[in-house]
């Protein structure tokens, strides 16, 4: 606790002329304005706009934080009333790009200004329903968007290579699993997605948006890999509910081989799935194996449970006769 109070004094105490980035929140709304300007409405936020948001990260915590208020502050705004799909897919590319790219400290606020909104309390990603208006193929692309970050929140730290074999191996069994569920989950969202052909050609920032998610798609598709191989390394360790849940989310990954209604959006790689396939018809036979060993335990304990009976002779002496329990009984006089 001393630790977090001095490092909490030192930024606060740090002075202004220390970090070459601006901490004040009308800053962080200006910065973020120029980005996300509606006109060009087609136009991806422009490369110095994007770094002058980037070095807010390389500031103190309230320089970041006032960044991710000023963005979810735009992008809650961007969905009210009848809604600007422009406004909110600049906001969401930023986003994106930010949290793959930003420092630490600016993927922190941001993760925290996603999931509760520091205002509203409500989670500014929760775009389904987002007004369709007469932009049809951008307010689509929005909602598909917003879905596509609220699942790459669930993913490990960008800054670690989660596909990193030490870093796997350091994981407990349901750690594994959850994140290799949580991969699986982008891929199927991001072969769920629009089709490339709603795209106007001379939608850049729509094609931005379709560039970003093929990124996920292939990131998701190697980290998928790495944990199929570790948990077929992992299957004799497994308990019946670990082997159930793997068989679930291997299942899922199975799935995720084509697009819907061939829209050209790539599934995952066919050597990918086969492994997945083969391991869970593996991961099956030790459910079976598993749940085969718990029903002998049920057994087992039933039978040492039960009463001790006393076997009466002819001679009216009674004969102790010992079953599961550890009981005894008494002779009978």
Request: aromatic fraction near 4%; proline fraction near 5%; charge should be positive.
């Amino acid at each position: 606790m001393g630790l977090k109070l001095r490092r909490l004094a030192a930024t606060l105490l740090s002075s202004p002329g220390a970090n070459s980035s601006p901490a004040s929140a009308a800053d962080a709304h200006q910065a973020v304005a120029r980005a996300t300007a509606h006109h060009p409405p087609a136009a991806p936020p422009a490369a110095h706009h994007l770094d002058a948001l980037l070095a807010f990260g390389r500031g103190s915590r309230l320089s970041a934080s006032a960044l991710a208020t000023a963005l979810t502050d735009r992008l809650r705004a961007a969905a009210s009333g009848n809604g600007d799909a422009a406004v909110a897919l600049k906001c969401l590319v930023l986003l994106r790009i930010l949290l793959a790219r930003g420092a630490f400290i600016l993927r922190d606020q941001l993760v925290a200004a996603l999931v509760r909104h520091p205002a509203s309390g409500r989670n500014p990603l929760a775009l389904a329903a987002f007004p369709l208006g007469r932009s049809f193929a951008a307010a689509t692309w929005v909602r598909f968007s917003a879905r596509l970050l609220e699942l790459l929140l669930l993913l490990p730290d960008s800054s670690t290579d989660a596909a990193d074999a030490d870093y796997l191996i350091a994981l407990p069994n349901p750690h594994v699993i959850a994140e290799l569920s949580a991969y699986a989950s982008v891929a199927d969202a991001v072969r769920q997605a629009p089709p490339p052909s709603s795209a106007p050609q001379h939608n850049g920032l729509i094609w931005e948006l379709i560039r970003l998610a093929e990124e996920d798609r292939v990131a998701a598709e190697r980290n998928i890999a790495a944990r199929v191989h570790e948990m077929g390394e992992r299957l004799a360790t497994l308990t019946l509910a670990d082997a159930v849940e793997l068989v679930c989310v291997l299942r899922q990954v199975e799935e995720s081989t084509s697009s819907p209604a061939d829209w050209k959006w790539a599934g995952l790689d066919e050597a990918v799935v086969g492994e997945a396939r083969r391991l869970r018809e593996r991961a099956e036979e030790v459910v079976l194996r598993r749940t085969e060993q718990e029903r002998r335990l049920v057994r087992r304990g039933t039978a040492g449970s039960m009463s001790v009976r006393v076997l009466t002779g002819g001679g009216g002496c009674g004969e102790a006769v010992r079953f599961g329990s550890t009981r005894w009984s008494s002779t009978r006089r």
